[in-house]
């Protein structure tokens, strides 16, 4: 595993731009290693360079990293200038996937102009190490050189019934636990998600109402949250919809109010105290959702 210094290195050596102002965006991403092995933890480094106008969202334990596995992520503050801001953070990972080379490229998240924009700053690979035991090309033994007759025969018809025996087995417990067990698996995937959705929502609402009347960043970031984790459960494409668009689909008229309250406030720069019971009814939302998610694989 890398050490804090080294990380802290390679990732504001990450940070480095051209100079020239005519550049005003940069993202760069990669391994801070070219090898690894099964489960052995390693660290990928993701930043990025733009106007210190945006507001930028990094990709957080909610984020697909396959076929890697995310153990945790290291986040730095923020560094600006009179043009540009300066953002960066090292996920570490594992993997136990067998392919030789295996790549990653997690893409950012840009609120412009009233609207969304994803930057990729490229993939890059990680190659695996493959432990084998190497076979001596000449092997010195001793051994008894007198002839001993060996007994040939093999019961196959033995292998055959085990065999057919086995496979039918298989299909039984296959089609009379199957079902049950892969629904209590999806269940317990869900609720995981959901605790973890619900505690780090709670802490942005707290961010969001403390700076209600000032501040439009942890908004951004409360509702970004929250139509992932929605898109995630549903398997709907929250991310990508509009406010009026999401109303249509879910035809909630206190959600509609609440969304429409938080864009009026990001976009429209229209902070008040008010917002702060929009927030509690999109945890409110998703609470809905969840339960009802629940009940339908339960009943299906």
């Known amino acids: 595993m890398l050490s804090v210094s080294r990380i802290l290195s390679l990732s504001l ?15 760069s991403a990669g391994f801070n290693q070219d090898r690894t092995k099964i489960g052995e933890e ?8 733009y106007l210190r106008t945006k507001d930028v969202v990094f990709p957080d334990s909610l984020h697909d990293f396959s076929p890697f596995e995310l153990n945790s992520k290291l986040t730095f503050p923020t560094r600006s200038d009179s043009l540009f801001s300066y953002d960066s953070a090292v996920y570490f990972l594992s993997t136990f996937e067998l ?42 033994m001793m051994a008894n ?24 087995i298989g299909l039984i417990l296959f ?29 942005e609402i707290i961010d969001a109402e403390q700076t209600a009347t000032t501040d439009s960043k942890p908004i951004e970031i409360l509702i970004n949250d929250w139509k992932s984790y929605m898109e995630k459960l549903n398997r709907e494409p929250f991310t990508k919809l509009t406010t009026k668009e999401i109303s249509m689909i879910h035809t909630d008229n206190n959600l509609r109010k609440a969304l429409s309250g938080i864009d009026k406030a990001i976009y429209g720069n229209l902070l008040d105290k008010s917002l702060v019971e929009s927030f509690h009814y999109l945890r409110r939302a998703s609470e809905a959702s969840y339960q009802s998610k629940i009940q339908d694989l339960k009943n299906g």
Do not use: W
Not at 42 to 49: E, R
Not at 145 to 168: A, D
Not at 184 to 201: G, T, V
């Open 99 to 140: 392919d030789t080379f295996q790549t990653l490229e997690l893409p950012l998240y840009m609120v412009t102009d009233g609207d969304s924009l994803y930057i990729r700053p490229g993939p890059d690979s990680i190659e695996l190490i493959h432990i084998v035991e190497v076979i001596p090309d000449s092997i010195v």
């Open 42 to 49: 390693f660290s990928y480094s993701l930043s990025i360079k």
């Open 145 to 168: 050189t007198s002839y001993s007759n060996v007994q040939l025969n093999f019961n196959y018809p033995y292998l055959i019934v085990g065999g057919v025996s086995l496979i039918l």
């Open 13 to 27: 050596l990450l940070f480095v731009a051209n100079p020239g102002v005519a550049q005003k965006m940069k993202a």
């Open 175 to 203: 089609f009379a636990f199957g079902k049950s067990v892969r629904r209590k698996i999806l269940l317990y995937r869900i609720a995981k998600l959901h605790k973890k959705f619900l505690e780090r929502f709670s802490s």
